[in-house]
């Protein structure tokens, strides 16, 4: 089983509103991961967590705050958003051995709409 | 800095019609290269990793290879399914380093 799941599939937020994106694996993956992808482009990556401990932060805007309360689950909150910031959310997660090049798997992401 | 340069940007092919497309690399130690499939709205699929020159590995119609330079990916008599994107992804650097650096992605579109 290689699923990684996210909740809500769609959002629609205002810019003054707070809300949380999550991410689910059963996979026993040490490595998490959110990336944002705006449209007809490829993913680009804002946060990594390793061992639950955040391992690389991609200078992304503090209105965006990652959290893993835990090994299988991570969190994206957000707050204060800007109408750029519509795009589609992905959550990847790996094995996190940081070996040789490690398949990350993605979840079907949540398209956020900020208005 | 690693770069990834995905070509065509667009491909259209008739159903049966094979052809390949191509990710070239510049990188720095490469660790891993990665082809995904990406359908619209959703979220890239895995198709196949490749660790070292000479390697090939297939699923279905798909044919994935690896020189020093740049990977292909071979497709055989596709099929209207095979619409998507596919994205191409390298893994370099240090161990440690768990970031991909993608290509643009070449569109794909299968018509019956």
């Known amino acids: 089983d290689t699923e990684v799941t996210q909740t809500p599939k769609h959002l629609v937020m205002g810019m003054t509103n707070k809300k949380s994106l999550k991410c689910e694996q059963h996979m026993g993956h040490r490595a998490m991961y959110w990336y944002k992808q705006k449209a007809k482009k490829p993913p680009e990556l804002m946060f990594v967590?390793?061992?639950?401990?955040?391992?690389i932060n991609e200078s992304v805007p503090s209105r965006f705050s990652p959290e893993c309360p835990n090994s299988s689950l991570l969190n994206l909150h957000l707050h204060a958003l800007q109408p750029e910031d519509s795009a589609l959310y992905l959550c990847?997660?790996?094995?996190?051995?940081?070996?040789?090049?490690?398949?990350?798997?993605f979840g079907p992401g949540t398209r956020l709409l900020v208005l | 800095e690693d770069q990834v340069t995905q070509s065509p940007e667009a491909l259209r092919l008739q159903e049966g019609e094979s052809s390949s497309l191509n990710c070239s690399y510049t990188v720095s130690g490469l660790r891993g290269l990665f082809w995904y499939r990406q359908d619209p709205g959703k979220g890239p699929e895995f198709l196949f990793t490749?660790?070292?020159a000479g390697e090939e590995k297939e699923k279905e119609r798909l044919k994935a290879t690896l020189t020093k330079k740049e990977s292909f990916l071979h497709i055989t008599a596709p099929k209207p399914e095979d619409s998507a994107t596919y994205l191409c992804a390298v893994q370099a650097g240090q161990g440690g380093s768990e970031k991909l650096v993608f290509g643009k992605g070449t569109k794909l579109t299968v018509n019956p």
């Open positions: 490749l660790y070292s």
């Open positions: 990847a997660s790996s094995l996190g051995t940081s070996g040789i090049g490690e398949t990350q798997y």
């Open positions: 967590y390793s061992y639950e401990k955040l391992s």
